[in-house]
């Protein structure tokens, strides 16, 4: 496919400007370019075929099959994007009047009323522009509930090896010393690895339940009881809350402080480096240390991002749980463990479950057994569902499961399609037993086949070079 720039012709172009029926007023030099822009001059049928052709490159919801483990892409209703494009929402300043963000705040209002109810909290801020951000926020929260109780001996934060690396990462920028536990054999918290990590300079334990294997820790109750009788605060990460939003509240679970990624669960799509919300709820003891914006609360405080956040992310979320209801968001959740526990049923007997127990909205599949077999690995899996017209699960992640594959089909897929994952997924394991030369070079059928992921990250090339 040619770049933009390479059908460019000189010239070209749509004119929709009337002519110039007032005096032509010439800029002063120094306002002026030495040279024109470098801009494809393209019809707008070229554009439109341009962007088309791009569009048809890519795998997105609307495409296919998209079960990407521990990023619930789901399907979002039309309605909660119609919602967001409305031109009060769109069209208004951050530093109107507040008679003319009345509707504004009555959007955020209502969400935060909402959103804590779901999730058990007292108080909430929408400020954070993602997860990672809301745990950087939220574990600030933390570190100043301590600071202010002058409790300074604390450095420490607990974190299971299972955690998402976001985890790790935000305890360590906030300053503080993480302690890795090790996961029981069941991918649950080990009780006892916990116990020894607890003492009188441990802040909090950041945990997610259900955890990045998909499965719910049933000691939830005893390991927030124990951190708190150590003097420390239980942080929830809710990136993920499909599978228990209406039906278990962390709040509940004994956490003081939890972050939603708004864009996976509440109908903004996640990925792309899209705008997102790692909206972060708390307590009533951690509300004082919350940063507050003008929009929320008429007055200036700590703030972490600049006016109210993302804020048409959560005209989205609020457009989401008022169309789903009461009733519908658990139902919701329900239907996204029904879906994942099918899916991982009919799958089973060939590529196994890391482990074989019930599981939540996602499911993690252990290759390395079928890799000594087969030689086949993961990846080459993943590589091989490109071709079948899916697109592949997160791969290699749990760390603590060797080659994985991690699968969230969500609720809104069909029974059909997942009938249909399913025996693409048996087949691929026959074909491995088969052919796993076909599959080492898969995939035949995509654009880009096996490009350096490195090289493509740390050197991305983002502009045409001519
Ligand atoms: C996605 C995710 C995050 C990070 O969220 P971002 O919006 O990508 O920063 C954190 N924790 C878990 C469990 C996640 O799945």
């Not at 962007?51 to 495409?63: A, D, F, M, S």
């Not at 017209?389 to 749990?398: L, Q, R, S």
């Not at 070079?441 to 992921?453: C, F, G, T, V, Y």
């Amino acid at each position: 496919m040619k770049l933009i720039f390479e059908k460019s012709v000189k010239g070209r172009g749509m004119q929709y400007l009337p002519d110039c029926d007032v005096e032509e007023i010439s800029l002063p030099d120094c306002l002026k370019r030495e040279e024109a822009p470098k801009l494809p001059e393209i019809s707008e049928t070229d554009l439109s075929r341009h962007y088309t052709e791009l569009i048809k490159r890519v795998h997105g919801v609307n495409c296919g099959f998209y079960p990407l483990g521990s990023c619930t892409m789901k399907y979002n209703p039309r309605i909660d994007e119609e919602m967001a494009a409305l031109p009060g929402f769109t069209g208004v300043h951050p530093l109107a009047p507040d008679y003319a963000t009345e509707g504004c705040k009555e959007v955020l209002d209502t969400a935060k009323t909402l959103l804590t109810e779901i999730t058990g909290m007292d108080d909430m801020t929408f400020q954070p522009a993602a997860g990672a951000h809301g745990e950087f926020t939220g574990v600030l929260l933390i570190k100043q509930y301590h600071d202010a109780r002058n409790d300074k001996k604390r450095t420490k934060i607990i974190v299971p090896d299972s955690a998402h690396g976001t985890n790790p990462a935000t305890a360590a920028m906030c300053g503080y010393t993480v302690v890795n536990i090790p996961s029981a054999p069941n991918g649950c918290v080990d009780l006892d690895a916990l116990k020894s990590a607890l003492g009188d300079d441990t802040a909090g334990l950041m945990l997610t339940n259900p955890n990045t294997v998909g499965i719910f820790d049933e000691n939830i109750l005893e390991i927030t009881r124990l951190v708190h009788e150590a003097g420390g605060l239980c942080y929830y990460d809710g990136a993920n809350l499909n599978a228990v939003m209406g039906v278990v509240r962390p709040g509940d679970m004994g956490f003081d402080c939890i972050h939603l990624n708004l864009h996976k669960t509440f109908a903004t799509p996640h990925g792309g480096g899209g705008p997102g919300s790692g909206a972060v709820g708390c307590k009533a003891h951690l509300a004082p240390y919350l940063p507050k914006s003008k929009l929320m609360t008429g007055k200036d405080a700590f703030q972490v991002r600049s006016f109210a956040g993302n804020f048409l992310v959560v005209v989205k979320a609020l457009t989401y749980i008022l169309t789903l209801g009461k009733e519908g968001i658990p139902e919701a959740a329900k239907n996204a463990v029904l879906n994942a526990n099918y899916l991982m049923r009919k799958i089973q007997g060939t590529f196994e479950p890391a482990f074989d127990r019930i599981c939540m909205h996602e499911f993690v599949l252990d290759l390395s057994a079928f890799k000594k077999e087969t030689g086949v690995s993961a990846l080459d899996v993943a590589k091989s569902l490109i071709d079948n017209g899916m697109h592949p699960p997160t791969m290699y992640f749990p760390l603590i499961v060797h080659e994985a594959l991690m699968l969230e089909p969500t609720e809104t897929e069909s029974r059909e399609t997942l009938d249909w994952a399913a025996e693409v997924y048996r087949n691929l394991y026959k074909l491995a037993h088969e052919d796993p030369d076909y599959m080492h070079a898969s995939p035949h059928k995509a654009q880009i086949a096996r490009p350096d992921e490195v090289k493509a990250a740390r050197n991305p090339i983002l502009k045409y070079q001519a």
